[in-house]
C-alpha cells in the first residue's frame, strides 16, 4: 500500500506508521515529536499515525511512560513500523462483542492499516467490494441519522487541507441532505422507494436507489423530554471552536424546550459536578445563564462524567418520554476508562435504562472522531459533528426532532438480490471498522432512528449475462426487510418492500437521485476508491451543478466544496490504490 499521501498545503508528504512493543502489541498515545517543527503528535488507539511532513525524509523522537526513548530516522515513502522496547506488557484484555455497520455473512475482508491526523483518531474503514449475488444474494447494513463526516470534511476542505480516508463515510455525507420524504402508511413506521438507473462513473453498471424515510412524530403528540447535558469543560476545550461554539449551540437548544421538559447539565473537566440540577424548559432564564457559567479548565475524566450523567437521566427517567444524554466533547478522555473498547462497554450497560446518547464532536487536531462514533453506536444514539454554528443552528434547531426524539430503535435493513438479474453489487459507504470485521464474533447492531428521517442508500450492480442463466421472476430486482422495534418496546417489527427492475436512463432520473449519486462520487474521490476509476472531479461537479436547486444553500454549498477538494487534489492522478 502506498504511504506517500497529502497532507495539508503546508505539508509535500504524509508519513504512516504504528508503534508496537516487544510484543508486537499496539502502543496508543505514544508522544511522537518531529524534528523539523517541533509539533506534538501522539499515536491513536491503534498504534497507528499519520503525519503530514515538508520533506521525503526527517526524525522523530517517540517517548512512552515505561519504555525506553526512541529517535529515528523516517521516510516518508516507506510505511513505519516502530517498536519500543520494555521489559514486560501484558497483551490487552479480549475485547467484548463488536458491531458491524453492513455485514454480508461468510465473507473475509483484506487487511488495511488505520492511521491518525496528529493526534485525531478515525477508525480504520474496509470499503466494502462487489459481492456474488448468486453465492450471497443477501446484505444489510444498519440504519442510522448520523451525519458527522460531512460536516467535518467540510471543516478539512475549508482549512484548505486533504482528508483521511476514513473520515469519509458516504452514508453520513447522504444523510446530511433531503432528498425528498414519502409519507409512511398509517399501518407502518416507514415507507420505501426505489429506482434503478445506469451507472454514471461506470457505463457498464447499474445503481440502486433505495430510499427508507420514517414516519414524523405528530407535534400535538411530542413526549415530554428529560435531556442531560453532559459538557466537557476540561482545557482542551479552550479554544474558539470548542467550549464558546457549544454555549452558542446550547443556548440555541434552550429556546426548543418546552415548559414540560426537563434539562439538567453535568460537566466534567478537572472534577465532574453536576453543574445545574434537573431544570423546567420554563426557566430558561435560569438556564442559560448557567450555560454562560462555564469556563474550562483542568484534565478530562470522560468516564466519570458519562456515570454521572446516566445517573442523573435515571433519576429524573420519565416513563414513555424521551430520555437523553448529549455528549459535547473533543472526544479527548485522558482520565478513568480511555479506551474505545473501554468506554463501549461502559456505554452498553446503561443501554436497558431506556435513555439515548446523542454525541457533538468538535474541534481539531485532538478530536477524537472515531471514539464518539463507537459511543453513540452502543449508547443507541447519533452523532453529529458541529465545525461552526450554523451546523448547530441545523442540528440543534432546525433538524431538533430528528435528532432527539427516536421514532425507531435496534433499524437494520437486509435486502436479497435476484441473483438471475444482479451478478455483483456493492453496497457505497456502510463500511466496517478494520477490526470488527476481523472478528468472528462481530454481529450487525441496527440504529435509533429520528422522526421524519429518511435515508438513501446506494448499490452499485454488475447485471448478471443474460445468456448465461434463465431469469427467473424478471420484474423482481430485489427484496427489502427493515427490522426494528418501536423505542420502549421488545417486539421485533419488519416492513418489507420489493426493488422492481424497471431501469431509467440517468439523465431522466430525479435531480435528487442524479445531486445524491454526485455526492456518492465526490466521497469516493476522498477516499480515493478503486472502483471509481473512469471518473474524476469534473464529472463530479458537472453532475452536481446539473441536479442541484438553485434556491437550495446546502446543496449550491456542497459545489462550492467540490471545487475547492478540486483544488486541492485535482493535480494528483486518481489511481487504483496501491493494495497489501
Known sequence: MSSLLLGSVNAQYY???????????????????????????HSGSTGAFGIPIPGVVDTLTLTAEGFQTLV???????????????????????????????????????DRKSWTVAAETYSSLIENDFIPARKYPET??????????????RRFLNMNSTIPPDAVRIEEMLNYFNFGYTDPPKDSCFAFRSRLSDCPWNPANRLLFLQVSARKIDPTRIPPANL?????????????????????AFRLLVNNLRDIDTLSIVTYGGSVAVSMGPTSGAEKKKILEAIEDLAPGGATPGEAGIRAAYRVAKSQLIKGGNNRVILATDGDFNEGETSEEELEKLVSQY??????????????????????????????????????????????VREFTQTVYAVADDAHLNIEFNPTLV????????????????????????????????????????????????????????????????????????????????????????PCYRFASSIALFGGLLKRSRFIRQADWKDAIEMAEQSSDPGDGMQQEFITLMEKARKIYGHYKHHKKDED
Open 15 to 41: 508519513l504512516r506508521g504504528e508503534v508496537k512493543d516487544e510484543n508486537n502489541g499496539p502502543l496508543p498515545d505514544v508522544n511522537i515529536r518531529l524534528h523539523s517543527s517541533g509539533y506534538l503528535y
Open 72 to 110: 529515528v530516522a523516517v521516510d516518508a515513502t516507506k510505511y513505519q513500523n516502530l517498536h519500543l522496547r520494555q521489559a514486560g506488557r501484558a497483551l490487552p484484555s479480549a475485547a467484548p462483542k463488536k458491531s458491524l455497520l453492513s455485514l454480508t455473512k461468510d465473507l473475509r475482508s483484506w
Open 140 to 153: 444489510g447494513f444498519a440504519v442510522t441519522i448520523d451525519k458527522a463526516s460531512y460536516s467535518n470534511v
Open 228 to 248: 442531560v447535558l453532559l459538557i466537557d469543560i476540561s482545557g482542551s476545550m479552550d479554544l474558539p471552536n470548542k467550549l464558546p461554539l457549544l454555549k452558542s
Open 351 to 396: 443501554r436497558d435504562w431506556g435513555v439515548y446518547l446523542t454525541c457533538l464532536g468538535v474541534g481539531m487536531g485532538n478530536y477524537k472522531d472515531s471514539k464518539l462514533e463507537a459511543l453513540a453506536k452502543k449508547g443507541n444514539g447519533n452523532f453529529a459533528y458541529l465545525d461552526d454554528e450554523r451546523e448547530a443552528e441545523k442540528v440543534l
Open 423 to 510: 451478478r455483483d453489487y456493492r453496497l457505497i459507504g456502510f463500511d466496517n471498522k478494520e477490526k470488527v470485521l476481523s472478528d468472528t464474533l462481530s454481529e450487525l447492531q441496527g440504529g435509533e432512528v429520528g422522526s421524519g428521517h429518511s435515508l438513501l442508500a446506494l448499490f452499485e450492480l454488475i447485471p448478471a449475462n443474460p445468456d448465461s442463466a434463465v431469469v427467473r421472476d424478471a420484474g423482481f430486482l430485489a427484496q427489502v426487510q427493515l427490522n426494528y422495534r418501536l423505542p420502549r418496546d421488545p417486539l421485533p417489527r419488519a416492513s418489507t418492500f420489493v426493488c422492481a427492475n424497471q431501469s431509467v436512463p440517468f439523465k431522466d432520473l430525479q
